[in-house]
């Protein structure tokens, strides 16, 4: 496997802390509201490759974070008038509706900034005893002249960026030693949740969570750590400066960083009233088909949004979606039988599509590419999976379709409300062969619908059906 190490500029071949194991990061949302479609893509991106590395055999420990404290949290409940867990439970909760929907599994812990706050605290001591950062009347800096590799993740010349910032004197930073130093701990200000700690009553600063509750819940330094592209700097590059501060050990080995989304080519804002939620997307689209579209470019590409390129994904994985489930619907009816020298020559070009796929998901994630494996096996099936195929044929064709979408984490199987229409088309088909005194094609369809699981039940009120 060769990962895009945003740390090194350049493909990395792989290799975890531990043999068959790996400890992933990946930096989750603030809850003051829902998530828009920039939050999801880090979330599909990152479960994709979740999913793809155990179905190579993988261990993951995989890990993302609530920002349950902030200022826009505080701001949201004042103007509601209410208190900011009643805002972030509210949210959590709709974030988690959210995931669910567009296939997200569950991570192996989801913790939350506020119950974290003696871990930070804790941190902070650690900086401030080993001199990478200083306490001003209640507020504590971290020193980034103290670490000399600071920068090393983006890359930016620090003392251009010192020189830039103190052209701006921001107003009330006049006691940081320079102008790149960053926040760890805040003083309360009236109305605003708060915590004890040696300096003042108040909270953390953003940047202190993330390497706190990585190492916690991950069990040490990471393999990867990951999340979008706008958290590169000063996000990730201020976490680094501080754990590797306090622990004298490399954070994570590998960075990983999804691109933008722009809607129509224009970057997505609330000013320029292009801002979607993933909520305003799949009330129009189902969230599978979000997921796809978002899979069908690499992750380093900037993606465009728009509801022309969504209908074309749409289109494209309802061909997919057909083939499985004419597949799923034939099967049943197919002979068991061996394999002729045909399907055995296809099982074999089909074994090769699925280790194409492997070998593109293996360079940097390149679900583009991959998804060009899965159509040539829809074609594959479509060409030659009929009446008198065997059945053995048939279903391993299944197979490897199913297999592949469960790693781009699509689901597959069929909605209530689209398994009910083709139930009722059925039993009309059945009613008119009835009509017509077929009752061989009657007999066939009803066998059909049993092989499907459907049970059907004559009754004054006409034929009825449920699943068994």
């Not at 155990?54 to 949201?76: A, F, L, M, P, Q």
């Not at 000399?148 to 930016?156: A, C, T």
């Amino acid at each position: 496997m060769k990962i895009y190490n945003t740390m090194s500029k350049q493909k990395e071949e792989f290799v975890p802390i531990e043999e068959g194991k790996i400890r992933m990061y990946v930096c989750g949302p603030t809850v003051y509201n829902l998530i828009h479609i920039g939050n999801a893509r880090p979330m599909i991106v990152f479960d994709t490759f979740r999913r793809f590395m155990e179905y190579k055999g993988y261990k993951v420990c995989y890990v993302s974070n609530y920002t349950d404290v902030d200022d826009k949290i505080i701001k949201t409940a004042m103007d509601e008038g209410t208190d900011c867990s009643s805002i972030t439970e509210r949210y959590i909760s709709e974030v988690e509706k959210d995931m669910s929907d567009l296939n997200i599994m569950e991570a192996t812990a989801h913790p939350k900034a506020t119950e974290e706050i003696q871990g930070m605290v804790n941190l902070i001591d650690v900086l401030v005893k080993k001199g990478f950062a200083y306490p001003v009347d209640g507020t504590v800096y971290y020193d980034t002249t103290a670490f000399p590799s600071y920068g090393k993740l983006s890359h930016k010349n620090m003392e251009d960026l010192r020189s830039g910032l103190r052209e701006l004197k921001v107003s009330g930073e006049e006691e940081k030693k320079s102008p790149t130093d960053f926040v760890l701990w805040k003083p309360k200000k009236m109305g605003e949740p708060y915590w004890n700690s040696p300096w003042s009553e108040g909270r953390p600063g953003w940047h202190t969570e993330c390497c706190v509750m990585a190492p916690k819940y991950c069990g040490g330094a990471l393999d990867i750590h990951a999340g979008g592209e706008d958290l590169v700097f000063p996000h990730h590059e201020n976490e680094i400066a501080q754990y590797e501060a306090a622990h004298g050990e490399q954070f994570a080995r590998y960075w990983m960083h999804n691109a933008f989304i722009n809607i129509d080519n224009k970057k997505m804002s609330k000013s320029l009233g292009n801002f979607f939620t993933v909520r305003d997307v799949t009330s129009q689209f189902d969230p599978m088909v979000l997921r796809f579209y978002m899979l069908s470019a690499h992750y380093r590409s900037p993606l465009n949004f728009s509801k022309d390129l969504m209908e074309a994904a749409k289109t494209s994985l309802g061909r997919i979606l057909t083939a499985i489930w004419r597949l799923q619907d034939l099967i049943p009816r197919l002979e068991e039988k061996a394999f002729s020298k045909e399907e055995e020559e296809n099982v074999k070009t089909a074994e090769g599509y699925e280790a194409i796929f492997s070998e593109k998901m293996e360079d940097d994630l390149n679900t583009a590419d991959a998804i060009t494996q899965i159509f040539e096996l829809v074609r594959l099936a479509n060409a030659t999976v009929e009446e008198h195929s065997s059945k053995a044929y048939g279903e391993a064709l299944l197979q490897k379709l199913e297999t592949l979408m469960a790693v781009l984490g699509i689901r597959t199987e069929k909605k209530e409300e689209e398994l009910g229409a083709k139930v009722e088309a059925l039993i009309q088909q059945r009613q008119d062969a009835r009509k017509n005194k077929d009752f061989a094609k009657a007999d066939q369809i009803r066998d059909e619908l049993l092989a499907m699981g459907i049970q059907l039940k004559d009754t004054r009120n006409g034929v009825e059906w449920q699943k068994i």
